[in-house]
């Protein structure tokens, strides 16, 4: 047996050595790859790696984020990290922004909001397709003007929330979430709210017919509670909520009769509830109740922004 | 009869184009090509702001006329050097125009060098904004070179594996492309912190 195995290792020595440049080749190749600073997994919109945030500014821009999200589908990130080991921070925040692809495909609108924390360095990477309102110069005073200063003062939660609004201010208007009509200025906010919530309110009415062929009651009170929270989502005011809500209420008694058969005593009013809980479900998670699965979009980065010391 | 036999040496000779790479080829070349537009794009964003920077600069610090003149200088041969998009296969093109651009940096520090000898120019809002604007255009640049250097590498090594080797000497005939090569300094920005 031993014999055998010399005897396989002395033919095989070519072999084997080619072997063994491989794997050099392979240990160099990985010892190349790690010599930059990996880029650390997406969490969520806040990645403080760093802990340099309180938890309560931590929520309260998570929560600030998505609804800009919301409104104008432009992705902000916050990245902090302990040390750039040796990197640039330029060099960095490209790679985060190649890995991460903030901002939707196509409009490239996302925005990386990047703190070195024992390096003292600050940057705001921005998307190309914000190139036009975020410039780098606009993105330098932020950071010199509004960020560093709290940074300086030790204040962090106050640098990163005036910084996140200043981004915020700098790009809004510049893009607009899916399906929204195109205009200036907030005003079109209402209308391009119904755009967002109009298939919703069309399944509804289906499951409202639905659900009123069994019951006409159970379709009265699914339209009362469904419709309201349709509204809710799509961030309407509260007038027209509870219009909506009466509204609903209205059409799920009285369109069943429209399409007959209806049986309209309460006998089914058990099963009836069943899909209306369906219902609701489909509406809220179907599109706004992405802000847990949070995810780049595609967006492309060509090296804009800024970075400064603090 | 005839006809199906035409269609399928078409369809025949279609997949052939595909397996040999020939799209290949094209598609890295196109690649290439976009990548070096936006190479000359931020070039170009860097010429555009020097006119602005040695004015800010004249303004503050007169006796400098020679770093200045310098800078003037370096710009017009960088705009008189340019590559065009079917030129980049050339290699002497391509080392014109990267010698350029590298003095061009280096007029660009020894401006910013001198700047540092002047309170006023530095603390100046103008000035700032500048240097705010040429250190996004000096990273732009780096990018936008790293970019093109991967996309010549890929189209280099698409026109030199097999079979896409064979399609390209007896088709296509395509030279491989010239990536930027790093020089003494030239693969830092020109430090423009103060």
New interface residues.
């Given amino acids: 047996m031993l014999k055998n195995q010399g005897k396989a290792t002395e033919t095989v020595k070519p072999m084997g050595y080619f072997v063994l440049f491989c794997v050099f080749c392979a240990i160099a190749l990985a010892h190349s790859a790690a010599f930059a600073l990996d880029v650390p997994p997406l969490k969520g919109r806040v990645n403080d790696y760093a802990n340099m945030m309180s938890p309560g500014i931590r929520t309260q821009l998570e929560t600030v984020l998505r609804d800009f999200e919301k409104s104008d589908s432009t992705q902000v990130v916050i990245l902090t990290i302990d040390s750039l080991e040796g990197d640039t921070i330029?060099?960095f925040g490209?790679r985060v922004g190649e890995a991460w692809k903030i901002g939707q495909k196509g409009k490239d609108n996302g925005v990386i909001f990047l703190v070195a924390k024992n390096d003292r360095k600050t940057r705001i990477e921005v998307g190309r397709g914000l190139e036009g309102k975020l410039?780098?110069?606009t993105?330098?005073?932020i950071i010199?003007l509004v960020i560093n200063p709290q940074f300086k003062k030790g204040d962090f939660d106050a640098g990163f929330s005036s910084g996140v609004k200043a981004i915020i201010d700098a790009t809004r208007g510049e893009f607009k979430a899916e399906g929204r009509g195109r205009g200036a200025g907030s005003k079109v906010k209402g209308r391009g709210g119904i755009m967002t919530a109009l298939p919703f309110l069309i399944i509804g009415i289906i499951v409202i017919i639905f659900i009123g062929r069994m019951s006409r009651y159970a379709g009265g009170a699914v339209g009362l509670a469904g419709f309201p929270l349709i509204g809710f989502f799509a961030g309407f005011s509260l007038l027209v909520i509870v219009i909506m809500g009466i509204i609903g209420a209205v059409l799920g008694l009285f369109i069943p009769l429209l399409f007959g058969r209806s049986s309209g005593g309460g006998t089914h009013s058990d099963g009836g509830w069943g899909p209306g809980g369906g219902f609701i479900g489909s509406s809220g998670g179907g599109d706004f109740g992405g802000g847990d699965d949070f995810g780049g979009g595609g967006g492309d980065?060509?090296?804009?922004?800024?970075?400064d010391?603090w | 009869m005839k006809r199906s036999l035409l269609y399928g040496m078409i369809a025949v000779m279609l997949m052939m184009l595909t397996g040999c790479g020939y799209n290949e080829i094209q598609k890295n070349e196109e690649t290439v090509k976009a990548a070096w537009g936006?190479v000359e794009a931020?070039y170009q964003r860097r010429m555009d702001l020097i006119p602005n920077l040695v004015e800010t600069v004249k303004a503050y610090a007169k006796h400098e006329s020679e770093t200045l003149q310098a800078v003037t200088e370096a710009r017009s041969k960088v705009g008189s050097v340019q590559v065009s998009k079917d030129m980049i296969g050339n290699p002497q093109a391509m080392a014109q125009f990267q010698q350029a651009q590298a003095s061009m940096s280096g007029a660009l520090s020894r401006l910013l060098l001198v700047a540092e000898r002047y309170p006023d120019l530095k603390a100046s809002q103008n000035f700032?904004?500048l240097?705010?604007?040429l250190?996004?255009?000096e990273?732009?640049?780096?990018?936008?070179r790293t970019r093109y250097n991967k996309a010549v590498q890929v189209f280099n090594t698409s026109i030199r594996v097999f079979p896409n080797n064979l399609t390209n000497n007896f088709i296509l005939k395509l030279q491989p492309k010239e990536a930027f090569k790093a020089e003494a300094g030239a693969d830092k920005?020109p430090k423009v912190?103060f």
């Fill in positions: 330029d060099q490209i410039t780098d110069l993105a330098g005073r010199q980065f060509g090296g804009g922004g800024s970075s010391d | 936006d931020t700032r904004d240097q705010n604007q250190e996004g255009t990273n732009r640049i780096n990018v936008a920005a912190k």
